[in-house]
């Protein structure tokens, strides 16, 4: 225990880096993948494609990422952007199909109203449909941010400090506390993100805490197509 | 006045939805297309909006031929009113009511206070206003529908089944709503239902329609009751049969209407109604 008391700088600087280097791959993750989601939403023939791709992705091991993209890019490996890009790709991953979901799950009767009574598509598409998709979006963006979160420590490995720095450093000096601190410090600034985002959703979303209860009130009728 | 003329609709798929229909639908006016699933019904409504397009004829609103009309515009300036509402679930009452006259620019106070007197309009009480969709009865989500429909005053308002999804009490109370709203703004009004009851309450014109939007028989109901075109229109409004089929039976030297299992339906008066 010692070592921490020791070292609560270091863990306090190295938390709050971790999280500086979250953020931005999450935001560019969710902004990427908005038309991304969209094509693989809107087209049968681009949806296979889209998907599969964003898939696949997902399984390049990060390792992998960070040696394969310097070269590609033609940035250095020991860059934070490196970092950025790679987690980025990985978030982009997992929202697509999130996005896609949820386009999916705007009623079809809602979308339809939209455009009756003069809504242009891409009005349509910012102010109902990505709304409205809100809460799949959601659910998968809390995905996205636990999943960054953890992905981040990594990036000790081409020389970014993050809190990863505390289990390579604990592993070659044997400090056990000091790994332990790592992952519990990951944990909570996931644990952070996550709530933040409930209440982000909270804030912007506020008719779908409402529906539980009004569905129950109010009987759901189906269209009779005339 | 809005005119079809001899307007066809092909879907890709090769369904024929509408032939050859040609219609003059007068201002001012309730006219009400009414058939069963495949007259395409809703299809010509849909036209009128250009939420379909038709594959071959014209549609003209006051002599402007609708095909040279951006969509989106021509939306803007047409009421709509859908089976289910249609309101935006993500937005308040009053912000589903305002949505259109925001995007045509009226300025947010001037829409926010005409949205309130619409809902005065459509007899809704204003401390509903910042409620969500899904916090309404079916019947009051219907009565924001109309609101809405009228929020930027247009001349013509199309309506889709709007009473279809809601029970028979609450339909009937809309119904007499409507009335009384169209009496108030007088709008033309497209309403398409399948309800040949409804049609007869609210349609100056009614239009029976056939499979492919053939018409069947135009005319007040008055007129289609009193001579229906063909059997079809004789079976489809069931004049023959049920409580449209009255008999009239001298008693005490005035005419009382008989139904047919002899209750008495009323009493027949002489001259125009309302004297």
């Known amino acids: ?226 | 006045m809005i005119e079809f003329r001899s307007v066809s609709k092909r879907f890709p798929d090769g369904t024929i939805a509408v032939e050859d229909f040609s219609l003059e639908l007068p201002s001012r006016r309730t006219t009400v297309l009414v058939g069963s699933s495949g007259s395409g019904k809703t299809t010509l409504l849909r036209m009128i909006n250009r939420m379909v397009d038709p594959t071959s004829g014209t549609i003209e609103i006051d002599g402007e031929d609708i095909a040279r009309v951006a969509p989106v515009p021509l939306r803007r300036r047409i009421g709509y009113v859908l089976q289910n509402s249609g309101l935006l679930p993500h937005r308040k009452v009053v912000d589903n009511i305002t949505t259109v006259p925001l995007l045509e620019g009226v300025s947010k106070r001037d829409a926010r206070a005409r949205a309130l007197e619409l809902l005065d309009t459509v007899g809704l009480d204003r401390g509903l206003a910042d409620r969500y969709p899904s916090q309404l009865s079916g019947g009051q989500q219907q009565r924001v529908g109309v609101a809405r429909a009228l929020a930027v005053d247009p001349n013509i308002m199309l309506m889709d089944e709007p009473f279809g999804a809601v029970d028979p009490i609450v339909r009937a109370d809309l119904q007499q709503e409507l009335i009384r709203i169209q009496r108030q703004v007088a709008k033309t009004i497209v309403f398409v239902t399948h309800d040949i009851d409804e049609a007869f309450l609210l349609g100056d014109q009614v239009v029976i329609l056939e499979q492919r939007a053939r018409i069947a028989q135009v005319g007040s109901p008055a007129e289609i009751l009193a001579n229906p075109a063909s059997d079809f229109v004789a079976d489809f409004i069931g004049a023959d049969r049920g409580r449209r089929a009255l008999r009239a039976v001298h008693t005490d030297g005035r005419t009382v209407l008989i139904d047919r299992d002899g209750r008495a339906a009323g009493v027949l008066l002489e001259g125009e109604p309302g004297e």
């Not at chain 1, 996931?190 to 209860?213: M, Q």
């Open chain 1, 1 to 226: 225990m010692n070592w921490l008391w020791n070292n609560l700088d270091l863990v306090l600087e190295l938390s709050v880096e971790h999280l500086r280097l979250s953020l931005p791959p999450i935001i560019l993750g969710f902004i990427v993948s908005v038309p991304l989601g969209w094509l693989a939403y809107r087209y049968k023939l681009t949806r296979g494609l889209v998907l599969t791709l964003a898939g696949l992705l997902y399984t390049i091991p990060s390792l992998a990422l960070f040696v394969l993209l310097p070269p590609l890019l033609g940035i250095s490996f020991l860059s934070e952007l490196n970092v950025l890009i790679a987690l980025t790709i990985y978030a982009v991953a997992l929202m697509t199909r999130s996005v896609a979901d949820g386009l999916a799950s705007v009623d079809p009767i809602v979308r339809e109203s939209a455009t009756a009574v003069g809504y242009s598509p891409w009005r349509r598409f910012f102010s109902v449909e990505l709304p409205l998709a809100g809460p799949v979006l959601l659910a998968g963006l809390r995905v996205v941010a636990v999943s960054t979160v953890s992905l981040v420590t990594v990036g000790v490995f081409v020389g970014v400090r993050s809190l990863g720095f505390l289990f390579t450093n604990g592993l070659q000096r044997g400090i056990i506390v000091e790994i332990v601190t790592g992952i519990v410090m990951t944990v909570v600034i996931a644990l952070i993100l996550d709530g933040l985002l409930v209440l982000l959703g909270r804030l912007v979303l506020p008719w779908t805490r409402l529906d539980a209860r009004a569905r129950r009130r109010i009987p759901v009728t189906t269209a009779v197509p005339a």
